[in-house]
């Protein structure tokens, strides 16, 4: 399987996707879903990074992550998948790998590109077929964004309104009801593999900066991947899945 990349610069948003070792439903039941959700309550509370979106299945997650320290999302990654991942073997009296090697990192503009990328993240069981509308999938950040959770919450809602350009909570509920409504209602929700298989995903003139950032350490492509948007990605083959339950 080609790997994965991790490129993370401080302060850029980043879409990361990891996947269960070799693509087993390691993740099904509820109560190991509900395990890996309360140890990203506490991890996020010490780790500098501020969670903005996520969904958990049942053969992989999907965390939308931002900080400034430019350490802290793989020392938050390291703390959150490895301490799970023993959690788990310990459980179920298993040995190996709970992850596949490598988790994805992909950078997101704010503002419109990282709205509809926290859609993606939202829409996963949708599109998989599990539920008919992400308020009914528990294991990720709906509620949250649209208010109907109150206690026990993952995200930074403060740090979502930042990067969103919402003025407040009313209105970012509002405003992404609404456009997960849009998404449910047209023909939105197919794989879009920009946002699992690039460094990074926004305007021109974003990806422009960040593969100026990481030129010289790989061969990079900037490509068009449609209306206003733009992906960076190393030129060899991305991130593979396999039997995954979506992406």
């Not at 996020?44 to 990074?49: C, E, L, Q, W, Y």
């Not at 997101?108 to 990328?117: F, K, Q, V």
């Not at 061969?219 to 979506?246: A, F």
């Amino acid at each position: 399987m080609p790997r994965a990349y991790r490129y993370l610069l401080p302060g850029y948003p980043c879409h990361l996707t990891h996947r269960c070792h070799d693509g087993k439903w390691l993740m099904r039941v509820n109560a190991v879903r509900e395990e890996y959700r309360r140890r990203l309550i506490l991890n996020v509370r010490v780790s500098g990074v501020s969670l903005l979106a996520y969904c958990i299945t049942s053969n992989h997650v999907h965390l939308l992550a931002v900080s400034n320290d430019a350490e802290a999302i793989p020392r938050f990654m390291q703390r959150q998948q490895g301490a799970f991942g023993e959690w788990f073997n310990r459980l179920k009296k298993r040995k190996g790998a709970f992850w596949t090697d490598r988790y994805h990192a992909t950078m997101i503009e704010s503002g419109e590109h990282l709205w509809r990328c926290m859609r993606y993240c939202e829409l996963n069981m949708v599109r998989a077929r599990r539920v008919k509308h992400p308020a009914k999938w528990r294991w990720c950040g709906y509620d949250e964004l649209t208010g109907t959770r109150q206690r026990n919450r993952v995200l930074d809602l403060a740090k979502v309104l930042e990067l969103t350009e919402c003025s407040d909570r009313t209105e970012l509920a509002t405003n992404y009801a609404a456009f997960v409504a849009e998404a449910l209602a047209g023909e939105s929700l197919k794989r879009e593999a920009q946002w699992t298989e690039s460094i990074a995903v926004g305007s021109r003139e974003f990806v422009e900066e960040v593969a100026g950032q990481i030129e010289g350490r790989v061969s990079l492509d900037i490509d068009e991947c449609g209306e206003e948007s733009w992906t960076v990605r190393e030129t060899e083959p991305p991130y593979g899945q396999k039997n995954e339950e979506s992406a």
